[in-house]
Nanobody, 123 residues
């Protein structure tokens, strides 16, 4: 059974940095795409960054370009978040799926979700 275990997150001031990690437990022999979605209070869940096997970044939200970097090594994905802004405050969820042809920014395409980790950026 596949599980996604998230770590990282926390509270920082505007301009600070945080790193999120997501490790896939189980089924290490299959290639997965994945990444992060986030949901701020009162807003819809949205894709942040998605990566394909081989470290090919296939999606990054416009407002995180130049600030967030997604990468993957083995079964662990990482999201390096720099120059954080108050509007980045949200619950962040990592996602993964083995159906590579469905990889993209639509949340409905992902079978596996992490438990979520809170990121809070104060001004």
């Amino acid at each position: 059974q596949v599980r996604l275990v998230e770590s990282g997150g926390g509270s920082v001031q505007s301009g600070g940095s945080l790193t999120l990690s997501c490790t896939r437990r189980g089924d290490s022999g299959t290639k997965y795409c994945g990444g992060w979605f986030r949901q701020a209070p009162g807003k819809e869940r949205e894709a942040v960054a998605i990566i394909y096997p081989g470290n090919a970044v296939i999606y990054r939200a416009d407002d995180v370009k130049g600030r967030f970097t997604i990468s993957q090594e083995g079964v662990t994905m990482s999201l390096q978040m720099d120059n954080l802004r108050p509007e980045d405050t949200a619950m962040y969820y990592c996602v993964a799926d083995w159906r590579l042809h469905l990889c993209g920014s639509s949340l409905g395409h992902y079978t596996y979700w992490g438990q979520g980790t809170q990121v809070t950026v104060s001004s």
